[in-house]
């Protein structure tokens, strides 16, 4: 897979993430592109892993082509024109904010009931033991003990994000309708739909305000009531939330490899949800 020499002055820089940069076509509204901050391999995974999920017919962007700019690699996808994350719209629209936590969760829900081919995804468990492997932060013992919590989760052929923050589900509205996509696919894979709950809850509830408002467009309280609301459209009215809770956290604290894989250093804000439990 050979990418496409691009010239970066042809495009607008709109965004940044823990891996890459987004930018718009100034010419070609029709196109979008990420670079990575990374290598050549994540850009082309993300490609691959992009075009199965969108030939499966999971909402997400077209994908386009790999493309470099002679220094970083990329992708470009078809451009979704007027479209807005979740989280920005929880920024711009506070008082709307239980409304679009429970949009959301529906989303999730049924991207989570989603079977696929397990010849063509990778487990989350396979994916999970190799960052445990490679992560230089977490003793001996400590990497046995989550390597056995995470061997003994439940086994699932259904559909997970890999990265579910609620600012990787993206909504177009035009007269009144919302249509919905998943974007930042480089980590889709499969398995046990916790893996994926347990991200928007770090996310929701466990960083600092400075974080949230800088990431996430909205205070610490805002991103709060937005997952209360996504856990009671989740998991249902009559779900017994404090055994559910439990679970949640630690599953939020093992999003702590996705974490310091990209960081590069321990986050002990999130290792503080095993402690106690898995070590």
């Known amino acids: 897979m050979k990418p496409v020499k691009i010239d970066l002055n042809d495009y607008v820089r709109t965004g940044e993430g823990a891996n890459g940069a987004s930018y718009n076509h100034k010419t070609d509204p029709s196109i979008m592109m990420k670079l990575y901050f990374r290598n050549f391999e994540a850009a082309k995974l993300e490609l691959e892993l992009a075009q199965k999920v969108y030939d499966m ?7 386009g082509d790999l493309v470099t700019d002679g220094e970083k690699m990329g992708i470009r996808f078809r451009r979704i024109d007027g479209k807005k994350s979740y989280s920005r719209a929880c920024g711009d629209n506070p008082e709307k904010t239980e409304e679009y936590a429970r949009e959301f969760a529906q ?12 010849t063509q995804f990778e487990n989350v468990k396979d994916r999970l033991y190799k960052m445990l492997a490679d992560n230089p932060f977490f003793t001996p013992e400590q990497k046995q003990k989550i390597h056995n919590f995470i061997a003994a989760a439940p086994d699932t052929d259904t559909a997970i ?10 909504f177009v ?9 998943f974007i930042d696919l480089g980590d889709f894979c499969y398995g046990y739909p ?4 347990g991200m928007v ?3 929701c509830c466990l960083n600092d305000e400075s974080w949230t408002l800088e990431q996430y467009h ?15 459209e989740y998991f249902g009215p009559d779900a017994d939330m404090a055994k559910i809770m439990k679970e949640v956290k630690i599953y939020a604290g093992l999003k702590t490899l996705i974490i310091e894989r ?11 949800m095993l402690e106690g439990t898995i070590y």
């Open 57 to 63: 017919g999971i909402p997400s962007p077209e994908p």
């Open 107 to 118: 989303m999730c829900k049924k991207l989570h009931a989603t079977h696929v081919d397990t």
């Open 161 to 170: 994000h890999g990265d579910l923050q609620f600012s990787n589900g993206i």
């Open 173 to 181: 509205e035009k007269d009144g309708v919302r249509k919905q996509y």
């Open 194 to 197: 916790m893996f994926d709950i």
């Open 201 to 203: 809850y770090l996310c």
């Open 218 to 232: 909205m205070s610490n309280a805002t991103a709060a009531r937005f997952w209360d609301a996504f856990a009671s």
């Open 262 to 272: 990209d960081t590069h250093r321990p986050m002990p804000e999130f290792r503080a």
